[in-house]
């Protein structure tokens, strides 16, 4: 691990830790599940809606391995491995496929250095993606991805984790810039209605406790959220809920507030 790169602190919540208990991982502290079973309190239902996300991702990266041909993948904020992590299920279409991922988290860090002893075409390197200048100029970046053909940039529940002072959507629209023509965008992100409605007050229920415990977390409007794929053209189905998007088969449950909370999309670059 880097000797720049924090110590893992088990006192202090961590986003990937607390995703990681969402997901039914084992990688976290008693102080990231006390997060994670207050907001289970205020939406029971999200603990499926992070693993319908990471579903929702899966499917996402077969399109784009198989639908859509790319065949490099830069994962930013990619989190904490689970069963199926974003290199396996693209290296099961392509195994020639390569994939990078980007995480600032210590504990990230350390099984990031795991994963690259799967393959020659799995890296991780410590970033932070709010700094597209600084991490699109990595030499991880640059020598194992092609900028000159297309490729995809994956931002899986993390762009609701990036102040409206940092800029998003400034952000994205670097990162989308910097894209060779014939890529594409996948991005998942909290969504609020914004309309007044009971999934509305469940949406700012969330924020605020997510913002007293960790101080971090903003859900957006679907405007707000359209607008980080700026100059990008949203494939079928658009801006959906992540079990909307091309799912494996029927809904087998019945829906509740929770589970609209969260919308998804890919687009592509012209």
Known sequence: MPKDLPEIDTT??????????????????????????????????????GREARYWLIRAVRFLAAGAGIDQFLDLGSGLPTAENTHQAVQRINPEAQVVYVDNDPMVAAHGRALLEENDRTHFMVGDLRE???????????????WT???????????????????????????IDA????????????????????????AKEVQAK?????????????????????GTELVEPGLAHPFEWWPDGPLTTSRVDGDYLLLTGVARKP
């Open 179 to 202: 894209l060779p023509s014939g890529s594409y965008i996948a991005i998942s992100h909290l969504f609020d209605p914004a309309d007044g409605s009971s999934r509305a007050d469940l």
């Open 210 to 230: 997510f913002m007293a415990l960790m101080d971090t977390c903003v859900f957006r409007t679907r405007e707000q959220i359209a607008s980080f794929f700026k």
């Open 12 to 49: 202090v919540p961590s986003i990937a830790r607390v995703y990681d208990a969402f997901l039914g991982g084992k990688d976290h502290y008693e102080v990231d599940r006390q997060v994670y079973q207050q907001i289970l309190q205020l939406a029971p239902e999200s603990a499926r809606t």
């Open 149 to 175: 053909r297309p490729l995809a940039l994956i931002q899986c529940n993390t762009l609701h984790h990036v102040a409206d002072k940092d800029d998003p959507a400034g952000v994205m629209a670097k990162y």
């Open 132 to 146: 597209p200048d600084e991490l699109l100029q990595h030499p991880t970046v640059t020598r194992y991805l092609d």
